[in-house]
């Protein structure tokens, strides 16, 4: 079992960046598959990156695939969520989700869930 908790979301100009944090605690990172997602209200939850626990092999969906990148830190049990060229298609909840299965994150599927962190851009 492993806990999840997001941070460093906020509120950031279109164009910006933003780092957001996924610390994880309960059972190492590299038993798992950690994916990204997101939730815009009156939108379906979407996957948007994911990195292998086992073997470093990232995952990212064509809409932030050259702007996003997918990080770890292993001393620190973390993951993280570089953004790059925030636009307006950005806003949302963002969650990490956790899974055994690498594919299965790749596939939206997940078993253990944090409670999501905000990004929101200014106008």
């Known amino acids: 079992q492993v806990q999840l908790v997001e941070s460093g979301g906020g509120l950031v100009q279109p164009g910006g960046s933003l780092r957001l944090s996924c610390a994880a605690s309960?059972?190492?990172?590299?038993?798992?598959?950690i994916g990204w997602f997101r939730q815009a209200p009156g939108k379906e939850r979407e996957g948007d990156s994911c990195i292998n626990g086992r073997d470093g092999n990232t995952y990212y969906a064509d809409s932030v695939k050259g702007r996003f990148t997918i990080s770890r830190d292993i001393a620190k049990n973390t993951v993280y969520l570089q953004m790059n060229g925030v636009g307006p298609g950005d806003p949302a909840v963002y969650y990490c989700?956790?899974?055994?299965?690498?594919?299965?994150?790749?596939?939206?599927?997940?078993?253990?869930w944090g409670r999501g962190t905000l990004v929101a851009v200014s106008s």
């Open positions: 989700a956790a899974n055994f299965d690498y594919r299965a994150v790749v596939a939206g599927m997940a078993v253990y």
């Open positions: 309960g059972s190492p990172l590299d038993y798992f598959a």
